[in-house]
Each structure stands twice: as C-alpha cells, then as structure tokens.
C-alpha cells in the first residue's frame, strides 16, 4: 500500500490502463464459450468497468455496437442475445449510428427479444440538467454526448429496428414524468429513479437518473 502511495502519477495511470486491457480481453475470451455452446446469454454493451451477475460485460474496443464486423466477430451471426443492456452508451453515438447499432442488436436476437436503453432525458424540464447533459455536456462524461434523445426520438429509432418501445422512465414531451414498474432482471439500470440517490455523486438536479425504454423484439 505504502509502495502504491509512492508511485508516480503516470505509473499509476499505466498500471490501471494494463488492469483494465486483460479484463476486457478476458470478457471477449468468456463470452466465446457460451456462444460456442449455442448458449442464449443476456449483454450489457459499453459496459466499461461495470458488471451484472448473470450478464456478460462487453467493451467497444471489441464490441463497438454501431460497427457489424465486431459483431461479425463475436457473434458469427447467432441469434443468442436474448436481453441487452446499454446504460448511458446510445448518446456517445450519433443519430445514424444509434439507428445502424439497434439494428444490429435486433439482428442477434430472437423474437421477444428485449433491449434495455437508458439515456439523459431530453424531455427533463429543469435546464441546468440539460446544460450537465446535453450535446458536448458540462458533465462528468459529457463532453462527447453526440445527442440528446428523448422519448419520442429514441422510441422511433427502435421502432424503427424492429422492437416495439415501451417507455419505463422519464418524461413526456407534455412534461409528465412517468415511472413504470420494471424487474432489473431484464437489465439494472444504476442510474433511475429506482436508485435515486445511489447511484452518482453528482450536484445538479436528476443528475443520477435517466429516460430508459425497453424495445421488444418483434
């Protein structure tokens, strides 16, 4: 511990970069043998450093969701996604590559299929929120936002992929907000009302919270 203190600054930060290399390799290297198997499994994509018992993790160093080599790759075109999960990923991507993304996700799935969005909600009325979160946000994490969807965009890009949308959380264009019930055993969403107050450490208002839909495979 004492040894760790005592590191310089850019040691540190290599030493985390090389952790986290073998971490997502090895997450490529365990979601092969299911797929392998012909196994039905449940993602979550652009997982970064988070995790969910049961799911398995992916990266976009080699899951880039817009991009259908990397899924060409992983999946050789098997239908095994039954569920997927992307909290906070869809507005680091532009309109067209959410759209080619959700494709592509719909492409690996079977029918009743289930995919898990959760975004900053373009819909909220409060505007230092939209300031945190907008495109190239002030936020933490925000300063490559591509868009910022709300319920209506996002409910006609899945649409438009083949689900049918279901809208969980967040407001509508008439301002209302709406809470659905939902099981976080079809994908936990840190950031939601459910979590309120867990999730980030952040100081503006709704900071910890998102607009999540559900697409269906149809």
Known sequence: MMLKKLLPKPVKKLGRKAIKTVKYEYRRHK???????????????GAAETFQSGWYSTNENWLDISNQKHWENIFAGKSLVTHAVAEHVFEHLT????????????????????VRIAVP????????????????????????HKQLLN?????TLI????FTPVHIEGYTKEGELLQASYSPEDGYIK???RN?????????????????VDGIKN
């Not at 979601?31 to 994509?45: T, Y």
């Not at 309109?95 to 289930?114: N, Q, T, V």
């Open 196 to 212: 309120h107050g867990k999730a980030m450490p952040w100081a503006f208002p709704d900071a910890d919270t998102s607009l999540i």
């Open 121 to 144: 909600d373009g819909y909220n009325p409060n505007p230092e929120y939209i300031r945190h979160v907008g495109i190239c946000g002030i936020g933490d994490d925000a300063a490559d």
């Open 191 to 193: 950031r939601s009302r």
């Open 159 to 162: 649409r438009d992929a083949g």
């Open 31 to 45: 979601i092969r043998q299911p797929l392998a198997r012909g196994e039905n499994i449940r993602i979550i994509v």
């Open 151 to 155: 319920v209506d965009v996002l409910s």
């Open 95 to 114: 309109y067209d590559e959410a759209g080619r993304a959700l494709l592509l996700i719909a492409s690996h799935m079977p029918k009743g299929g289930r």
